[in-house]
């Protein structure tokens, strides 16, 4: 079965090591970070400032990004 690592890149929990899993394709492994995402997005929004960013990224086996979910944060005014 593949492998499939999670990485924060940005904001709250970064810097942490990468979170190894395995799946059954790419697809599935999407599904698995946007559930992981959706534990961890709460945190992150609470602690983001103004004009800033948080991301998760999907990394393949050979740790190259394969997708990524970002929260920005702006000031329009």
Known sequence: MPQYFL???QGTYSGGPDHAFESADQNAAW???????GDFIGTACR????????????????K????RIRL????LS
Do not use: I, P
């Open 31 to 37: 599904v698995e970070m946007t559930k992981v995402c």
């Open 47 to 62: 602690n983001l400032d103004q004009n800033a960013g948080w991301s998760m990224e999907l990394l393949d086996a050979n």
């Open 7 to 9: 990485r924060v890149s």
């Open 72 to 75: 920005v944060a702006e000031k």
């Open 64 to 67: 190259k990004c394969t997708g």
